[in-house]
């Protein structure tokens, strides 16, 4: 006889005795199920929704996964470019605004390097703990275009008359702020010729122009302004334009 089968013939005279003294109300109560914790579902987050308000920028936001601790975004766009990972970590990591992705608030991601014209699908995994972590599966597509570039508008000059007389044009150009824009791109087309003579870039909403930067007198130069976003994104096919000199 082994020491485990030793221990459950000790037991018996015991459990003799206390049936013996109770006949009535003596009963064993066996588990009829094993305890166990809650399970918890391993799913990805059911709802995924983006919006742009410039475009170099996609805000994601869906709710939380009860039992996960991080999350995992993916991307992709219509320039073949392939599904890859482009944020992974801790719950608290999407939590953009203070009190975010936890209970019933949403969790959401900044996405900062898009560009205007591609349209970009998302998806968010759940991570669950785990060693290792156990991930679910792919989420629903969210598809979101950025929003479009904006061209600075009212773009204006003045040309100042007394610099004539001393051999070159002098011009005052001033436009609109563009929300969102961290500088201003801005060619001199000489129209004659069709050649950009003065590429220049400025965070401010205006630029004098004179001789020294090549504006020659009775020329005649077509002016374009166009919005930069982040770090140097440029569309150089929005623009606005004015027609210098005569």
């Known amino acids: 006889m ?33 305890i166990l914790g809650t399970p918890v579902a391993i799913v ?26 991080g999350y995992k975004v993916t991307r992709t766009n219509n320039n073949w470019e392939p599904e890859a990972t482009i944020s992974e970590g801790a719950a608290a990591s999407f939590a953009v605004d203070p009190g975010l992705c936890s209970g019933t608030m949403p969790c959401q991601y900044l996405n900062t390097n898009v560009w205007g014209p591609y349209v970009y699908s998302y998806r968010v995994y759940s991570i669950f703990p785990g060693n290792p972590p156990v991930y679910s599966g792919p989420g629903p597509v969210a598809t979101i275009t950025p929003a479009p570039f904006v061209a600075p508008a009212n773009v204006k000059h003045t040309v ?7 051999g070159f044009v002098r011009v005052t150009l001033t436009w609109d702020v563009v929300s969102g824009a961290t500088a201003y791109y801005l060619v001199a087309d000489l129209t004659t010729t069709r050649g950009f003579i003065y590429p220049v870039t400025v965070s401010s909403t205006s630029l004098v122009l004179d001789g020294a930067s090549a504006l020659q007198p009775r020329q005649q130069y077509t002016i374009c302004v166009s919005t930069i976003y982040g770090a140097n994104v440029r569309n150089d096919s929005v623009r606005s334009c004015v027609l210098v000199g005569g």
């Open 2 to 34: 082994n020491r485990n089968q030793q221990r459950q013939v000790a037991w018996l005279p015991l459990l003799g005795s206390l049936l013996a003294a109770n006949p009535a109300t003596a009963q064993i109560r066996l588990p009829t199920k094993p």
């Open 160 to 166: 100042v008359p007394s610099t004539v007389k001393l």
């Open 44 to 69: 990805p987050p059911p709802t995924l929704t983006g919006a742009s308000t410039m475009p170099t920028r996609i805000l994601l936001t869906w709710p939380p996964v009860a039992g996960a601790q």
